[in-house]
Structures are given as structure tokens and as C-alpha cells.
């Protein structure tokens, strides 16, 4: 059987982020066209602990729902969430851990709603002796735990971690967790990340995951609505062909994203300039040029504040030769190398500065 999965949608009343709604829609949309009956909700359904989830259930309600079943696993966000918040009869609040099996065919699921008092191996542990390695899949929500880990910015800390060793004693055959909000696939584990991005800085394209209960194989499907975020910036320098040089720089980044054409207007680009031009005005409308059909937030317009006035040819032209031989050298990877970008701005303050 097959069974859409996210996680993360930090819900809200429509009113104030409409967006949310609008991405759950799509990721409905398309389970109906593909005869897909039932979504997993792998935690943070909510954006805060909240009585009134009447949005929401009017979207499970709406007729060309009643045929999705919603299985709803409380984050770190709604941990309080229960079956009594909903009347619904399509909505099922799995706020204990449980072994669900959609059909005879199917392996196990495990439902592991997040707790703030235990690891997901703490949690796990009383339900070891029924799992068949490698025969069981596990869905929770959590942090997973290597040495190197990919944080949430918006939540420091810890949270329900699963582990390697967690891993390798009870392998499950695919663990799809929801809490980080960035798509990452590791293995056999699997962060469908947040639909939606909530702000700026959760940028890129989003998606939902398509589980087969059956052999545990995930598929990958982008969602079709919703912003679009890219949190960019760039250096610019006053060459004598300063607003050439600016163009393919746009250009550049612009390939990086990937879009398709009917994407790019979903696309909100908040674009951060610093350096030196010769002209402010001109390099604003340059850059609006270069992006014309996206949308700039905060309010239509590149931030320049770090950008200065300078028409010192010699030195932009020396700039630039560091930039070339940045862009061309074998460079650093690790936690405390400087990127390419930092190392170069760095070098335009040393060459600028009197």
C-alpha cells in the first residue's frame, strides 16, 4: 500500500498564514489524482499548542477529502494533541506509540509521537522484541543523532533523539522523521522536511514523501504550490563593465535554483548586495533587471546597505583577479572552513580599505 507522508506544516489559523493551507491542498490534490487514501502527518502539525483546530478539520471534512484518511502524530509544537480535538471521523491522533498495518501485506508501521522526557530508543524499547530486523518501518519525529548533525535554526537543542545505535539494534527498514524542516535523506532515513517553508531562510524547492508499506521503498514528489524562498547574496564591484559582470552573476544564481518556468513565480528572493559600485541607483535597478519576474522581499528591492561608493578601477579590477583564483582553487570542506564567498568579501575589504 501506499501512503503520502510529511511532517512540519506549523499550521495556524487560515488567516494568518494562508500559505500552509494552501500547500496541504496541493499535497491532497495530488494523493486524490494518484488514488492515494491515506497521509501521515509526522508531527508539528500545529504551529503551537492550540484548542481550536476547526481550519484544519474543515479541510479533512471538505467532501473531496472524507476518502483521505489523516493520521496525525503530535511534534514538539502540538505534543499535547489528542483524539478529543477532533470530530472528524477521517482524523486519527496517534499520541501513543503504535503498530499500525494498513493492509495484510503491508510491514508494520510505528508510530512514534515525539515525548519531551525520552529518547526515541527509550521509547522504542518496550515494542524491541516484535520488530523483524529490517522488516519494520519506523515514522516519528525527532532529532537523528551522528556526531555531525543538520540543526533546526528555529529550535536549538535536542529533541527525542533516534540514534545510530538506535539504527543498527532495531533496524528498521526506512525511519522517516518529522522536526527538521530541511528535505534530508540519509540512507535509509529519510526528513520529508516542511512543505512549506516558514520563513526566508528555509529556501528551495519542498516536497512530500509517497511510503510503499510493502517493500518500505520511499518516492519523492515536489509539492506544485506555496513560496518559494532563496536567501541570497552576492559582491559586487565597480569594473569598467560593472553591470555586465552584475548580469552574469544574477544569471548564475539563477541557473542554481533550477526552476521551472511555471515556478518562478513562486519564487520570493531576499537579496543581500555588499562591496563597492560606482553608481547605487543604477546598481539597484540593475539588480531589479536582473531578477525581473521574481519578487524581492522584504519590500521589492535588493538590500544595498553594505554596498559603498567607490570608481577606484585599479583596485576592482585586482578584486576581481581574487575572485577568479578563489573560484578556481581546490577549496576547504568542514564545519569551520570559511566559504568561497566570505573569503572573498574579506578580500575586497583588505584590497578597499585605505
Same mark, same amino acid.
Given at each position: 500500500m501506499l501512503m503520502a507522508v510529511t511532517a512540519d506544516l506549523h499550521l495556524t489559523p487560515r488567516r494568518e498564514h494562508p500559505e500552509r493551507f494552501i500547500v496541504l491542498e496541493d499535497i491532497l490534490s495530488q494523493m486524490r489524482e494518484t488514488g492515494l487514501s491515506e497521509l501521515i502527518i509526522a508531527g508539528d502539525i500545529f504551529d503551537q499548542e492550540i484548542r481550536n483546530v476547526s481550519d484544519f %478539520?474543515?479541510?479533512? /471534512?471538505? #467532501?473531496? &477529502?472524507?476518502?483521505?484518511?489523516?493520521?496525525?502524530?503530535?511534534? &514538539?509544537?502540538?505534543?499535547g494533541l489528542t483524539q478529543k480535538a477532533f470530530a472528524a471521523e477521517n482524523v486519527t491522533v496517534h499520541s501513543a506509540p503504535e503498530i499500525y498495518k494498513p493492509d495484510p501485506a503491508s510491514l508494520p508501521v510505528c508510530f512514534m509521537p515525539y515525548r519531551n522526557d525520552q529518547t526515541m530508543g527509550e521509547a522504542l524499547s518496550p515494542h524491541a522484541a516484535g520488530f523483524v530486523p529490517g522488516a519494520?518501518?519506523?515514522?516519528?519525529?525527532? $532529532?537523528?543523532? %551522528?556526531?555531525?548533525? %543538520?540543526? &533546526?535554526?528555529?529550535e536549538p537543542g535536542v529533541y527525542m533523539p533516534f540514534t545510530r545505535v538506535d539504527l543498527e539494534t532495531l533496524k528498521p527498514v526506512r525511519v522517516i522523521l518529522g522536526h527538521v524542516h530541511k528535505p534530508l535523506d540519509l540512507g535509509c532515513l529519510h526528513y520529508p522536511g516542511s512543505p512549506c517553508g516558514l520563513d526566508v531562510t528555509?529556501?528551495? /524547492?519542498?516536497?512530500?514523501?509517497?511510503?510503499d508499506t510493502e517493500s518500505g521503498f520511499v518516492q519523492f514528489?515536489?509539492? &506544485?504550490?506555496?513560496?518559494l524562498f532563496f536567501d541570497e547574496s552576492i559582491v559586487v564591484l565597480p569594473l569598467e563593465d560593472e553591470s555586465a559582470t552584475l548580469?552574469?552573476?544574477?544569471?548564475?544564481?539563477?541557473?542554481?535554483?533550477?526552476?521551472? $518556468?511555471?515556478?518562478?513565480?513562486?519564487? *520570493?528572493?531576499?537579496?543581500?548586495?555588499?562591496?563597492?559600485?560606482?553608481?547605487?541607483? /543604477?546598481?539597484? $535597478?540593475?539588480?531589479?533587471n536582473g531578477l525581473e519576474g521574481f519578487h524581492l522581499i522584504p519590500d521589492g528591492e535588493a538590500d544595498l546597505t553594505e554596498v559603498s561608493v567607490s570608481e577606484d578601477v585599479e583596485r576592482a579590477q585586482l578584486a576581481e583577479r581574487v575572485r577568479r583564483q578563489i573560484e578556481n582553487m581546490?577549496?576547504?570542506?568542514?564545519? $569551520?572552513? #570559511?566559504?568561497?564567498?566570505?573569503?572573498?568579501? *574579506?578580500?575586497?575589504?583588505?584590497?578597499?580599505?585605505?
Open positions: %478539520e474543515a479541510v479533512c /471534512r471538505d #467532501p473531496l &477529502n472524507r476518502s483521505i484518511r489523516f493520521h496525525l502524530l503530535p511534534g &514538539n509544537h502540538d505534543a519494520w518501518i519506523l515514522v516519528g519525529h525527532g $532529532d537523528w543523532m %551522528e556526531g555531525m548533525r %543538520e540543526p &533546526n535554526p528555529l528555509e529556501t528551495g /524547492r519542498r516536497r512530500f514523501l509517497v511510503l514528489r515536489p509539492v &506544485n504550490a506555496g513560496p548580469g552574469r552573476i544574477l544569471e548564475s544564481m539563477i541557473r542554481g535554483w533550477g526552476l521551472r $518556468d511555471s515556478e518562478k513565480e513562486r519564487a *520570493q528572493v531576499r537579496l543581500r548586495a555588499s562591496g563597492y559600485t560606482t553608481d547605487k541607483r /543604477r546598481l539597484a $535597478d540593475s539588480i531589479r581546490d577549496w576547504p570542506v568542514g564545519p $569551520d572552513a #570559511p566559504g568561497r564567498e566570505a573569503a572573498f568579501l *574579506q578580500a575586497v575589504r583588505t584590497i578597499y580599505e585605505p
